[in-house]
């Protein structure tokens, strides 16, 4: 144990020196250093020259301050470029604009669930909200690229030029520009992925296409649970969502509209409409701010928290005229259910690879609601990501993995979805002839769903199953690896033929936990008079049981390196209290360590 922590702590050590190259900090004598692309920046934008300095003077009227990392090795240019100090004012001012804002609406996360915990009560629909949910009313319309939402890339970080570029180049037509679920934000990923994004949309991206012709970028920012280490506004780390999508439209917006190419977002883990209400509220403030016209920024919110399911209508409401629709997340929702009820017996997942798809009840029930919603309201509703990957060149098999996404993807067009989203290029094309057999047209909002009548039991009806020694195996394997990703500053990785991020590292780690706590059993087939049947095997998973396949996990994975990663896991799935999102405590481990390592 006592090698494993120390090998734990030299890889944290290593992954924060990565991201965090402390350079000597410029004094407030310094002259800000502008490098060409920086000039050329201030060039075509003199206008918000002039208005980044009457952020500069606004934040020292209002009493604002604000302190930024120095850049990593490297990546001075992209620093400069974005972090100049008109856009660190801007960003500043809506920090500290939203910051009770955004304290209350963390608290208020706490609270409720608090309030679950001691009182069993379930969630509903709100009797509250039910005139907004049953009057006629409808979101705005959306500009012409976002008419066929069809297929869009996921888990796109842009932090990675190689894959970006691919995406950029691709007939998708949108690309999920992800600084969340699939990306890990280190300091050296941030400003890279921020940087790639700036020189996109301003043409200036070697071998990419002209933003007007490429994909549009569907830019998904941190969710609300995850802060910026390296930005202190007022001595507090600021929002990582906030800091985020401030960079991105001060910088990227203006151009986009020029160009018939945003700004567009996806907004992830919503767990209410209040939520919802904030964003819309940051989206007024920052368009007023920018001369942009209100109702400019449109964004999709994800569906990935149970919550969140039972006030659809009043976050399209809250967001109507922003609205580009609501996406379904079928692991983030699933592994939902662990994080507001998984003390509870009753709410047990079952193994995710055998018993959990959006064929099972409290799936498709929510993912009927969901078009059902979006289409009277004229949104669009789109599906998930398929993370299934061909396989390469000169390997077999491919014929099967189409034929997989195809079935699973018919299926949510059937449904009257208006797109979904594909990690592997290769698979876009296969889908768009599906769409165009099954569904011609840019978008199926014509399909109202009137046969559907979705009841709150429907959407906590827990599917009926048992946990396989396989599954348990497989969400360690997937835990494990995804913690050692992050440790090397990557936000999702390949195993078995899938892409793996953190929504499949939040339900793997989910499941584990919530099976520990329970003493949940592993069943097993059992041959008996010359027939199968499946049988309870009477072992019960256990810490101990848990702790001997982590280390069986840690030889089969065969790189070495992944202690530091095991350990933490196992802390993970070992806490008395569950660990809201496994980023979040990621992310503040890496904190801790920082001080240490230095």
Known sequence: MAEQQKRRLQVLQKHLSSGRKHQPRPTATEPVTLHSEGQVCM?????????????????????????VQPPPQGLEQAHSTLLTPEAVAFVARLCAEFDRDVDQMLRARVLRKIQMDQSGELPDFNEKTRRICESEWKVHSVPRRLQNRHVDLGDVSPANTQHFLQALKSKAEGIQTDFDDGHCPTWTTQLKGLYNVYLAVHNKLPGAPRISNAPVLMLRPRAWNMVEHNMLVNGKEVPGPLFDFGLLMFHNAHLLIDRDSGPFFYLSKLEGATEARLWNKVFIWTQDKLDIRIGTVKACVLIENILASFEMHEILYELREHSLGLNCGMWDYSASFVNKFGHRPDFVLPDRSKYVSMERHFLKSYMDLVIQTCHRRGAHATGGMSALLLPGEGQAGGKDVVDRVCRAKLSEIKSGADGFMVYDVGLIRPMHLLYDKFAPGANQLHVKRADVHVESKDLLQMPTGGVTLNGLKHNIAVGIQFINAWLNGQGHFFYKGCVEDSATAEISRSQVWQWVRHGAR???????RHSARLEDSGETITRGMVEGLVQQALRDLHPTGMD????????????????????????????????KSS
Request: glycine share 6%.
């Open 564 to 595: 530091a990663a095991a350990a933490i896991f196992l802390e993970i799935v070992l806490k008395r209290d569950f660990p809201e999102f496994i980023t979040t405590y990621l992310n503040l481990e890496h904190t801790f360590l920082s001080g």
């Open 522 to 528: 592993l069943e097993v087939w059992q041959w008996v």
């Open 43 to 67: 060039v075509e934008t003199g206008a918000r020259l002039k208005q980044g300095t009457k952020f500069q003077e606004q934040i020292k009227k209002r009493g604002i301050s604000a302190e």
